[in-house]
Antibody, heavy 116, light 112 residues
């Protein structure tokens, strides 16, 4: 069974940093690109970042470029999102998803709250 | 960026009646491989999104056949043939053809 489990969310002050993790299981991790999404409270879904199977290709939404970095550890079947210079508008539930074109599998999400 | 425009944004439906959601993109979603990467997601209250339809018209495993997708180019539609209580939630279209990927605003389906 495909499982994706995000962790690492929490309350952080503006300007701070946080590293999210996504533990993958139930499939061959190296066969798939992986994606981060987010959803601000009461708002719609937003695509955030993508990394391909070997980590050689990465894409970001403009609002996080230069602040967020997506990475993966294929030996550990894990996906990461390093978030720096956090802003109030980054407050959201962050989801990881499997795939390049539009994920069939999503995690349960982890809440990031940026507030002083 | 490709703008995805859904309508309506709110859709009150009577149980057992059909429902239809439109999604229009600002650019063609036909990729260089000939496929069209337009997908539909359902998000029930308090849950993670769930993909219902991929590449315009393909139902994901376990999705009831009352859900169907159609369209081409820049104009797409999700139809529910007979709405059931479990269909309450927000529906999103998403394009996976261009970077960055983008979603529609979401359509909230509720029971009248």
């Amino acid at each position: 069974e495909v499982q994706l489990a995000e962790s690492g969310g929490g309350l952080i002050q503006p300007g701070g940093s946080l590293r999210l993790s996504c533990a993958a299981s139930g499939f061959t991790f190296t066969d798939f690109g992986m994606t981060w999404f987010r959803q601000a409270p009461g708002k719609g879904l937003e695509w955030v970042a993508y990394i391909n199977q070997d980590g050689s290709e990465k894409y970001y939404v403009d609002s996080v470029k230069g602040r967020f970095t997506v990475s993966r550890d294929n030996a550990e079947n894990s996906l990461f999102l390093q978030m720096n210079s956090l802003r109030a508008e980054d407050t959201a539930v962050y989801y990881c998803g499997r795939g390049t074109w539009g994920p069939a599998y999503w995690g349960q999400g982890t809440l990031v709250t940026v507030s002083s | 960026d490709v703008v995805m425009t859904q309508s309506p944004l709110s859709l009150p439906v009577t149980l057992g009646q059909p429902a239809s959601i439109s999604c229009k993109s600002s650019q063609s979603l036909v990729y260089s491989d000939g496929d069209t990467y337009l997908h539909w997601f359902q998000q029930r209250p308090g849950q993670s999104p769930r993909r219902l339809i991929y590449k315009v018209s393909n139902r994901d495993s376990g999705v009831p056949d009352r859900f169907s997708g159609s369209g081409s180019g820049t104009d797409f539609t999700l139809k529910i043939s007979r709405v059931e209580a479990e269909d309450v939630g927000v529906y999103y279209c998403m394009q996976g053809t261009h970077w960055p990927r983008t979603f529609g605003q979401g359509t909230k389906v509720e029971i009248k």
